[in-house]
């Protein structure tokens, strides 16, 4: 990483953003976080979900330093009175700068991304095999609306792209809402959230309905019009999927209902609720490195059949008769309808 890519003349800010971002990618680093302090400032860096001191700074290298990465971000460097967001590329990384006004100066938050990180699989994940068969029929399903709950950074967005790579193919068509786009994925159709310009989840989606798409991703459900939405997009022949800020999957149930949806719509469309969190993976001698999922699943619809004892399904029946005289092939019915499970 040079100078001439930093695009400044501050030698002393240079050298620091550079030696920054440079432990950052060493280290596996996810964000880096520069808060301010009385006395100067902190470089911190959240590995594997924790922080991690850093680098200290005096007042006035801390200052620069963050006037630096505000204009790396295309961020205004005159304005510290109100939050500002931004975004630039560092060799294979694309960081997402984030600022906020505190008391003592400002701080900045910037979360790393490789442009060419490639996906993990569903089965590296950390599913049980059990759980693993069931949500790989549900997303593999052609129509209905799987939920993933979690705090951010618990590994949603990751755990939906791994399984939407599995649907990307030249018969079907996917899309997705995002704000901000976090992996840029070959074979979806990726739209970027721009609410000062009117593009909200709701607008996006509503739009997106007139182009046909097979799948579609939702980035996150946040207000009772995009829950409506993605709702009847499910009921109507589409795979949906979302996210949801809850705490758990029964949370997330009563989210959508605080949202403003009849509890009989929300069992009818969502197939799947499924929330999870991150542990770090222990290694031989005691330490950590990396980090494995443990998740939550509950079907809605599955539990209401259980409930109501044996639920029947005419259609499957009456798709097994035409399988059994040869008008049709259990491959077929499967793509249609989807695995029973």
């Not at 301010?36 to 005096?58: K, N, Q, S, V, Y």
């Not at 967001?85 to 900045?108: H, K, N, Q, W």
């Not at 759980?131 to 799987?146: C, D, I, K, N, S």
């Amino acid at each position: 990483m040079s100078a001439g890519m930093l695009g400044t003349d501050d030698p002393p800010a240079i050298r620091s953003c550079e030696a920054l971002i440079a432990e950052a990618i060493e280290r596996g680093a996810s964000d880096i976080h520069l808060e301010p302090r009385f006395d100067g400032g902190l470089a911190r860096m959240r590995i594997d979900g924790l922080l991690h001191d850093g680098t200290a700074f005096e007042p006035v290298l801390y200052e620069r330093v963050v006037t630096r990465i505000k204009l790396l971000g295309g961020i205004d460097i005159a304005e510290r009175r109100r939050p500002q967001d931004g975004r630039f590329s560092a060799g294979a990384f694309d960081i997402r700068i984030a600022t906020m006004p505190l008391l003592d100066g400002e701080r900045v938050t910037a979360r790393l991304q490789a442009n060419d990180a490639r996906l993990p699989g569903l089965d590296t994940l950390g599913f049980a095999s059990d759980m693993l068969h069931r949500f790989r029929a549900l997303v593999r399903a052609p129509q209905g609306l799987v939920i993933a709950c979690g705090p951010t950074g618990s590994g949603k967005t990751t755990t939906i792209y791994s399984a939407l790579a599995e649907r990307v193919g030249k018969t079907e068509s996917l899309c997705s809402i995002e704000d901000p786009v976090e992996i840029r994925m070959p074979g979806i159709n990726q739209v970027q959230v721009h609410e000062k310009a009117g593009l909200t989840f709701a607008s996006a989606l509503r739009g997106l309905l007139r182009h046909d798409p097979d799948i579609i991703f939702v980035g996150e459900i946040r207000d009772g019009e995009t829950a409506e939405l993605a709702a009847r997009a499910a009921l109507c022949g589409r795979l949906v999927v979302s996210t949801l800020h809850a705490t758990d999957a029964w949370s997330a149930r009563m989210r959508m209902l605080d949202l403003g949806l009849a509890d009989r719509f929300v069992d009818a469309a969502v197939t799947a609720f499924l929330s999870q969190r991150l542990l770090r993976r222990v290694r031989r001698d005691g330490s950590y490195a990396g980090r494995i999922g443990i998740f939550e699943l509950i079907e809605p619809r599955a539990l209401v059949a259980r409930s109501l004892s044996e639920a029947s399904h005419p259609l499957r029946l009456d798709a097994a008769r035409h399988v059994r005289e040869g008008r049709s092939t259990a491959e077929e019915v499967e793509r249609v309808l989807g695995a029973s499970h």
